[in-house]
């Protein structure tokens, strides 16, 4: 077992009106986000499959084939390699998950295990 304190974690805050703290496990990678309202979500793939969870405020999500805004306790789950971007409606918290783990973040943020 590991166990983290958030505030002992590096926070990523390279995108305006969003801050973001990951953890990493054995293949995957838990994200946790703070959004500030207006704050945007430019439209990007990856190669990790991906389940977000909205836990407070609101987000807007689009993709090539539509869009969907989520509120507290919804879900969106994005497949591998899906071109996906948003917006914040009103301040949020979101978790993301993504398997695999998302090596990008972990070289960015000097994760070590």
């Known amino acids: 077992m590991k166990a983290y304190k958030g505030a002992d974690v590096k926070k990523f805050d390279k995108r305006p009106g969003l801050v973001g703290t990951f953890v990493h496990g054995e293949g995957q990678t838990l994200a946790y986000w703070t959004f500030e309202e207006g704050a945007v979500l430019a439209s990007h793939s990856h190669v990790h499959a991906q389940i977000t969870c909205v836990v407070s405020g609101k987000l ?32 949020a918290v ?16 000097g994760w070590t295990d």
């Open 94 to 109: 979101a978790l993301d998950a993504f398997a695999p783990a998302r090596e990008d973040f972990k070289a960015e943020m």
């Open 60 to 91: 807007r999500f689009e993709t090539e084939g539509g869009s969907a805004v989520a509120g507290p306790g919804d879900f969106v789950v994005f497949a591998p390699n899906e071109t996906h971007g948003g917006v914040c409606l009103e301040k």
